[in-house]
């Protein structure tokens, strides 16, 4: 085999990733707690054409067939989530044996096929119970997460090396709470800028349980961050650019590596919220000390200033080439970030936990899912992922979005990411061409 142009070091982490909600389905099985999303996803208009995940992609009955996809891809790791409400259906109180022997069987599965797991604690499905009594607007949630991290890391902490505690708070807190396109659906600025210090606050309390709990994994966050431009050098344009950094990227990066919300954030926020709900000893639990984290990469915005509120708004200039979910193929904008969170906020190891394609998939006469618009995403992403580890970053990983087509919240069934194909009425997987591709990058490493 030719030693690849690009190549990666010994032990990189080549992985795939999916999340509970988007494909197990089985929401009613074996004592499993409604989350908001599976309210979310029967409320009508709430997802594309009424879909919801109550199969998806059957993977709580498949898993074993599952596993066996991973296995032959090669994947060194998986990265799956837990769901709160399997494991704690009220959210807080007694747990579901039943729902914790799912993902013991699953962490098994994955060593038993030389696959090391990696485990995100909270991929945006809260027990529904927890929303009833306010959900992330209620400092009690925190809490209630941390007594729920304690729980599984009791039963897999001996067999998991990576947790994540959260994946993306800004998605919960402002895809959920201020544009309401998300579970629970609200749209209230206060309320979600509240929460996403109550997200913060219950990772920092989830680290302390976890460390509490002797672990010794590694231990992190995942966070969606956007390489951000203004579209002109109209100070106008430099300025809100600057508050859209703030709004998607800063509010995460300053509290968990700085300890403060940025500068700039009470003066933004100052309309709609005091900071309030900030107690003494809040920032430094949520800065508490992590083993690695993970970038989720998909938007490198270009903006310009909102001529309709040109003091707090922006305007996302839309892509030149979108794609079918509206946004710019930009993989420079990875290395981006990647240099920025390296030289600006910490020296932990990297990991992208996220990075995809949306396509609408579809089998040519020959029966193959040539999607090589997907390889060819991948193909500039990884090789600007490279650019960064050659320039020093220390990235140890690299999970595609994703292992399978599933429920893309939202757009429901309606877009594919998946590098296996998932034909829903029969339950089918089929590799993409994007699969045996990646197949080809894990063993070589690297790529021609
Ligand atoms: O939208 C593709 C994936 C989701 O399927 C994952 O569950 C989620 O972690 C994830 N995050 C992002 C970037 C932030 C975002 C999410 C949803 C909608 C718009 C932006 C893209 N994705």
Not at 14 to 36: C, H, K, L, P
Not at 56 to 63: F, P
Not at 285 to 303: Q, S, T, W
Request: charged share 20%; proline share 7%; hydrophobic share 40%.
């Amino acid at each position: 085999m030719p030693e690849p142009s690009v190549r990666f070091p010994d032990g990189f982490l080549w992985g795939a990733a999916t999340a509970a909600y988007q494909i197990e389905g089985a929401v009613a099985e074996d004592g499993r707690g409604s989350s908001i999303w599976d309210t979310f996803s029967h409320t009508p208009g709430a997802v594309l054409r009424g879909d919801t995940g109550d199969i998806a992609c059957d993977h709580y009955h498949r898993w074993r067939e599952d596993l066996d996809l991973l296995r032959d891809l090669g994947v060194g790791a998986y990265r799956f989530s837990v769901a709160w409400p399997r494991v704690i259906p009220a959210g807080t109180g007694p747990v579901n044996p039943a729902g914790l022997d799912f993902y013991d069987r699953l962490v098994d599965g994955l060593l038993e096929r030389g696959i090391t797991p990696m485990l995100t604690l909270y991929h945006w499905d809260l027990p529904q119970a927890l929303q009833d009594t306010g959900g992330w607007a209620n400092r009690d949630t925190a809490e209630h997460f941390a007594d729920y991290a304690s729980v599984v890391h009791g039963r897999l902490g001996d067999r998991v090396p990576y947790w994540l505690t959260l994946n993306e708070p800004y998605c919960s807190a402002v895809v959920g709470h201020l544009e309401g396109r998300h579970a629970p659906g609200v749209r209230d600025e206060r309320v979600a800028v509240t929460a996403v210090h109550h997200l913060l606050l219950a990772h920092g309390k989830a680290v302390a349980a976890l460390r509490a709990g002797g672990a010794t994994g590694q231990v992190g966050i995942t966070c969606n961050l956007t390489s951000v431009h203004p579209a002109s050098d109209d100070p106008a344009d430099v300025a809100a650019a600057r508050r859209l950094d703030l709004h998607e990227n800063r509010m995460y990066l300053d509290p968990l590596f700085r300890a403060a919300y940025p500068e700039d954030a009470a003066a933004h926020y100052a309309p709609v919220t005091d900071f309030g709900f900030v107690r003494d000893g809040d920032l430094q639990l949520i800065a508490a000390p992590l083993d690695f984290f993970g970038v989720n990469y998909y938007e490198r915005h270009h903006v310009a200033a909102d001529p309709a509120d040109p003091v707090r708004g922006w305007r996302r200039v839309p892509p030149e080439h979108p794609t079918v979910t509206d946004i710019g193929i930009h993989p420079e904008g990875l290395a981006e970030i990647l240099d920025r969170v390296a030289k600006e906020y910490t020296p932990l190891p990297l990991v992208v936990t996220e990075t995809g394609l949306a396509l609408h998939d579809y089998a040519g006469p020959d029966g193959e899912i040539a999607d090589d618009e997907r390889i060819a995403f991948f193909d500039g992403h990884i090789r600007a992922a490279h650019d960064a580890l050659t320039r020093g970053v220390p990235l140890i990983g690299f999970f595609p979005w994703s292992f399978m087509d599933n429920f893309e919240w939202a757009s429901g069934y309606g877009v594919r990411y998946g590098i296996y194909y998932v034909d829903y009425p029969t339950q089918r997987r089929t590799p993409k061409r994007s699969a045996r591709w990646y197949a080809g990058v894990i063993r070589a490493n690297g790529l021609e």
